[in-house]
């Protein structure tokens, strides 16, 4: 029984890789298409931001239905590397890294170092996930998720208008962010903290305040809520991980 239901998290999980698929095709129009750049890249987010949802969804799904496996795991981590590696790294070349090329030898564009600092995102998402593969903790991650560095980026368009950002400090921002991933900071698992503070009825009631505060405020201010949420997440871990290296040193 538990082998037949297997399809359902690992269907979830080949949407999670589909969408970050998708997301690199939309990306891949721009220049190209009639449309504007700055849609193109919001729909590219989009595409990275709902994939997130399903790769939540999925390990839900395997738990709920006691249907977890090897296969679905090592699904899991494919697609983690495609949809929140080289998706946002393909993104956030088209959106600040295509025209940082060198010269050399005398030929225009011969060494292209936006695409360089581009496969930076998915070395790091690739070494972040064989890692966790290895060697795991149960309570807690090492190194910022991919799924929230590929938000973090996928979220960048919906949030900025790309042209009005400085560049440098957008590959600063790119660069750091795919750092995380590879570091030894220690983020808390949100799925375990749920299970220890929330009931479902908590958790409905949580969701439902948020999405009333949301509505208060505007649909259209949704993407502001959440790159709150996963910045304070993201600083978290990094504050968290400065106060126990004061301490350290204290002793």
């Keep these: 029984?538990?082998?037949?239901?297997?399809?359902?998290?690992?269907?979830?999980?080949?949407?999670?890789?589909?969408?970050?698929?998708?997301?690199?095709?939309?990306?891949s129009e721009i220049g190209l298409s009639a449309t504007p750049s700055h849609e193109l890249f919001q729909l590219a987010g989009v595409f990275i931001i709902l994939a997130a949802l399903f790769d939540g969804f999925d390990g839900m799904a395997a738990r709920a239905l006691d249907c977890t496996s090897e296969l679905g795991?090592?699904?899991?981590?494919?697609?983690?590397l495609t949809t929140f590696g080289i998706a946002p790294g393909f993104l956030t070349y088209k959106m600040f890294l295509d025209e940082y090329k060198?010269?050399?030898?005398?030929?225009?564009?011969?060494?292209?170092?936006?695409?360089?600092?581009?496969?930076?995102?998915?070395?790091?998402?690739?070494?972040?996930?064989?890692r966790f593969n290895v060697a795991h903790d149960p309570?807690?991650?090492?190194?910022?998720?991919?799924?929230?560095?590929?938000?973090?980026?996928?979220?960048?368009?919906?949030?900025?208008?790309?042209?009005?950002?400085?560049?440098?400090?957008a590959i600063a921002f790119f660069i750091c962010t795919a750092l995380l991933m590879v570091s030894t900071i220690?983020?808390?698992?949100?799925?375990?903290?749920?299970?220890?503070i929330f009931?479902?009825?908590?958790?409905?009631?949580?969701?439902?305040?948020?999405?009333l505060l949301v509505l208060a405020?505007?649909?259209?201010?949704?993407?502001?809520?959440?790159?709150?949420?996963?910045?304070?997440?993201?600083?978290s871990g990094i504050v968290s991980f400065v106060i126990h290296t004061i301490q350290e040193l204290r002793v």
């Excluded at 405020?217 to 600083?235: C, D, E, N, T």
């Design 199 to 211: 009931t479902w009825k908590r958790m409905a009631f949580a969701l439902g305040g948020l999405a």
């Design 139 to 169: 309570g807690s991650f090492h190194g910022l998720p991919s799924p929230v560095a590929g938000v973090v980026v996928g979220i960048f368009p919906l949030v900025f208008r790309v042209e009005q950002v400085p560049k440098l400090v």
């Design 217 to 235: 405020v505007g649909i259209s201010k949704w993407p502001h809520f959440l790159y709150g949420a996963v910045g304070f997440y993201v600083f």
């Design 186 to 196: 220690r983020y808390s698992k949100p799925q375990v903290a749920i299970r220890g």
């Design 1 to 27: 029984m538990k082998k037949k239901l297997t399809w359902i998290p690992n269907t979830l999980t080949l949407g999670n890789l589909t969408l970050g698929f998708v997301s690199m095709l939309v990306a």
């Design 102 to 130: 060198i010269d050399l030898f005398g030929r225009p564009d011969m060494f292209p170092v936006g695409m360089l600092i581009a496969a930076l995102f998915p070395i790091c998402a690739a070494y972040r996930l064989a």
């Design 73 to 80: 795991a090592d699904l899991d981590s494919l697609a983690d």
